[in-house]
């Protein structure tokens, strides 16, 4: 590996840094994707690959990214782990996140009402659409392909009172025995997505669906889904974005990919076999740079969630654009006007004898060039640093795993 500097005895749990709740199914996916890769032909249309190598990606990205991934074990059919190696790694816990019989009942009740109005209004059957595979619940666990199944295991939960069940799930039940077996099946998947949406909330944690459910709740949501991790690994990739996109202009043909999956495309360029997949992200995630990265993503996200701390937001996105601005520069990728920046509107009240009128002024702030020299040394900037210049360089993921032996 080329970013070096493990901290040693640094184990997986550290307190004070971020959590993010994910769904079984993207684990199993992912576990499924390293042991079957690669595909028969037809499984490309009957099976899952596609789907699962996408949960590998969001895995492997989520190790290096959060403190520790949160599953909810009693939404398994068995207790089997999917991937026993993670488990064992001590990023993964499996706490059961709900003790409270009130909280459950308003759980199952705000899913419950979210799924029926997608039902009804006919949106869940256009999502369904488009999920190009012949039968897609193949990639999902087999209690969504019972309604009868899914509402026992649903409504005989510990915490739900039967009057609850009754009022909530029963005629839900009703409603998803008179749906098509596929969009059914699709219907219960995307229950427990809008169940998870809500948990996370009221545990204040974060919550990273698998992809299928990424769509429904991401426009269900009147809450947002902004993390700021996301948003500085998407302008690391801005070089290479650019730069592809000259070159695909100047060959007159969109030979060069100008998109991938940042971080799960450099685990998978330092790998030389797939079994060494999941040891590169967590020799990663120990890295001095990368717990520098979480901690200050954490500190933003806190300050995002709590309103709070707007000038640090400021800075840290000014930081960002500075360096990209820098990397171009010494990459011969970007010619920068003298101002360059991120420009900020800013609104002025201005005193008259008969009131006060406002005024708005655009600035474009200016790092002076020895503070851009200690932005790049901050550590949390060089792991940025470091990824944004390897960006140019490594293929993307579905290329890199495709060529990786078992």
């Known amino acids: 590996m080329s970013l070096e500097d493990p901290i040693k005895g640094v184990g997986a749990v550290m307190p004070g840094l971020g959590t993010v709740l994910v769904d079984n199914t993207t684990l199993f996916g992912a576990a499924r994707a390293l042991e079957t890769w690669p595909p028969r032909s037809g499984e490309w249309i009957s099976g899952s690959p596609a789907v ?4 590998l990606m969001d895995t492997l990205e989520g190790v290096v990214l959060h403190q520790h991934l949160l599953v909810d074990n009693s939404s398994r059919a068995n207790g089997g782990e999917p991937w026993p190696e993670l488990a064992d790694s001590g990023v993964l816990q499996s706490d059961l996140l709900l003790d409270d019989p009130e909280q459950y009942a308003i759980l199952v009740r705000s899913a419950t009402t979210s799924l029926t109005e997608w039902i009804q209004t006919g949106r869940l059957g256009v999502e369904r659409a488009r999920i190009a595979l012949q039968d897609p619940i193949a990639a999902v666990p087999s209690i969504y392909r019972n309604p009868k199944e899914f509402y026992e295991l649903t409504a005989h939960a510990a915490y739900l009172s039967k009057a609850a069940a009754i009022q909530f799930l029963v005629p839900l039940r009703e409603l998803l025995e008179g749906l098509e077996s596929n969009l059914a099946s699709y219907a219960m998947f995307a229950f427990r997505g809008f169940y998870y949406e809500e948990l996370a909330h009221l545990r204040s944690i974060s919550y990273a669906p698998h992809c299928w459910r990424s769509p429904l709740i991401d426009s269900d949501s009147n809450r947002g889904s902004f993390r700021f991790a996301e948003f500085a690994l998407d302008l690391a990739v801005e070089l290479r974005r650019e730069l592809a996109q000259r070159l695909n202009g100047e060959f007159g043909v969109g030979a060069l990919d100008a998109e991938l999956p940042l971080l799960a495309s450099y685990i998978a360029s330092q790998a030389g076999r797939r079994s060494e997949l999941l040891p590169i992200a967590l020799e990663l995630r120990a890295n001095r740079k990368v717990i520098a990265f979480r901690r200050w993503v954490e500190h933003l996200e806190t300050a995002i969630a709590t309103q709070s701390d707007l000038r640090g937001l400021g800075a840290a996105s000014i930081e960002l654009q500075e360096l990209l601005t820098d990397l171009g520069r010494e990459l011969g990728l970007r010619k920068s006007p003298e101002n360059a920046g991120q420009a900020i509107k800013l ?14 002024r655009t ?3 200016k790092i002076p060039l020895a503070w851009r020299r200690i ?6 900037l060089l ?3 470091d990824l944004t210049k390897r960006a140019l360089e490594i293929s993307p993921f579905v290329v890199a795993f495709g060529r990786l032996p078992a």
């Open 363 to 365: 600035i474009h702030p």
């Open 383 to 385: 792991f940025l640093r």
């Open 375 to 380: 932005f790049r040394r901050r550590t949390h």
């Open 347 to 360: 609104k002025l009240a201005v005193p008259f004898p008969l009131g006060v009128a406002s005024a708005e």
């Open 52 to 55: 699962d190598l996408t949960s």
